[in-house]
């Protein structure tokens, strides 16, 4: 696939601003992770980024009643993980006949041509 000649695009446009969600998401423990994996948010550059971050083991920071704490922990750090967009096509020619007919499974077959 070619680009025509002189298209201004996303590679070589200078000041694009970053994308990185204003939210940390705890990864862990989770009772459902695929439901709970499948927030939305709104992707406004080709590089999204947003930050996760996986709470202490259980019993890790257990602490006795009346009993002090002489040394700070350690900190706790973010990690930063993201997702390249991608623009995706898909054309199909069905003749106007097959588009007609009453498929299995599918509405129509222009439909499901441009779908999978």
């Known amino acids: 696939m070619t680009i025509?000649?002189?298209?201004?695009?996303?590679?070589?446009?200078?000041?694009?601003?970053?994308?990185?969600?204003?939210?940390?998401?705890?990864?862990?423990?989770?009772?459902?992770?695929?439901?709970?994996?499948?927030?939305?948010?709104?992707?406004?550059?080709?590089?999204?980024?947003?930050?996760?971050?996986?709470?202490?083991?259980?019993g890790a920071n257990a602490q006795l009643e009346g009993d002090d704490a002489y040394a700070a922990d350690a900190g706790t750090l973010t990690a930063r993980v993201g997702n390249r967009m991608q623009i995706s096509r898909k054309s199909a020619l069905v003749s106007g006949s097959n588009d007609a007919y009453a498929a299995a499974g599918r509405m129509n077959e222009m439909a499901f041509q441009v779908h999978i």
């Open 4 to 58: 025509a000649t002189n298209t201004l695009t996303t590679f070589t446009t200078i000041g694009k601003r970053e994308d990185l969600t204003d939210k940390i998401s705890m990864i862990s423990p989770t009772d459902t992770p695929f439901i709970s994996a499948a927030r939305r948010d709104t992707a406004t550059a080709k590089l999204h980024e947003w930050q996760t971050v996986s709470l202490a083991a259980v």
